[in-house]
């Protein structure tokens, strides 16, 4: 026998044994506390390769509302309870589908993007995707001002909210609306959404808190405004022609529906 078979037998490892399916346990996966403790999903493991599995769910299964059937949210097991087989999680991120992002941009419209890392008031740090959609094309300066007015107002609760409070108000669309506010008296906007979050850090003995049902405070920012940014007269001329073709179009589409349904029922 040559010695280079004996070197290749030399350095084959034992197979490590699978584990028997009867072994393995079935454990339910429960979101944070910031997500009412739901119930996610089931995940089937031994008891020491549950911890640090991710599960992935639609926002959908948190709010009933079908607009959000597009944004998919990714939960991290952090802490397993054997006894009950339970999994406790924690959000990781969450991120809206290709398809739906690309419906934001209408024609003749321009997309503002801007990709940060936010640190909370509890030392989590998150990188959040933000994109805002005019209604028409924007000047350079105009989509400047408007990544400043995004980054300045998600600095502004992050310094001053627990990650728990933060994780609500980026995905149920509470700073969405912060931005929209300020940003539209730069140009009007059809559409600010966060399509995308990461947790990139969380700290060591960081603990899942019950968020209190507070409001979230109003938040003010200085914009510094130039000639360049303000809005042109033809400019405001067309946001209400803007808006009265959203309207008309609306009011069709609601005649439509109501034609079909009557031709149904006849």
């Given at each position: 026998m040559s010695q280079k078979s004996k070197s290749k037998r030399r350095k084959r490892k034992p197979k490590a044994k699978k584990a028997d399916y009867r072994s393995k346990k079935w454990f339910e996966v429960y979101a944070p506390k910031s997500f009412d403790n739901k119930k996610i999903g089931e995940i089937i493991g031994l008891e020491n390769n549950v911890l640090d599995r991710t599960v992935e769910t639609l926002l959908y299964d948190f709010t009933g509302n079908y607009d959000d059937i597009s944004c998919k949210l990714k939960f991290k097991v952090i802490d397993v309870n054997a006894e009950a087989q339970n999994c406790y999680t924690t959000l990781v991120g969450h991120e809206y589908t290709s398809d739906y992002v690309r419906s934001l941009v209408g024609r003749g419209a321009t997309k503002i993007t801007t990709i940060n890392n936010f640190t909370t008031?509890?030392?989590?740090?998150y990188r959040l995707t933000t994109v805002c959609v005019t209604i028409r094309?924007?000047?350079?300066?105009?989509?400047?001002?408007?990544?400043?007015?995004?980054?300045k107002i998600l600095e502004e609760f992050a310094k001053t909210t627990e990650h728990e409070k933060f994780v609500r108000g980026?995905?149920?669309g509470e700073f969405e609306n912060q931005i929209k506010r300020i940003a539209k008296t730069i140009y009007p906007l059809s559409s600010c959404t966060i399509i995308k979050s990461?947790?990139?850090?969380?700290?060591?003995?960081?603990?899942?808190?019950?968020?209190?049902?507070?409001?979230f405070d109003i938040v003010e920012i200085d914009v510094e405004r130039s000639r360049k940014s303000e809005i042109r007269r033809t400019e405001r001329i067309n946001v209400k022609k803007y808006a009265q073709q959203k309207q008309q179009e609306e009011e069709s589409e609601e005649e439509s529906d109501e034609e079909e349904s009557e031709e149904e029922g006849d």
């Open positions: 008031n509890d030392e989590y740090i094309r924007a000047r350079s300066s105009q989509q400047n001002i408007i990544r400043q007015i995004m980054r980026m995905i149920y990461k947790l990139i850090s969380m700290p060591e003995g960081g603990e899942d808190r019950e968020v209190k049902d507070e409001d």
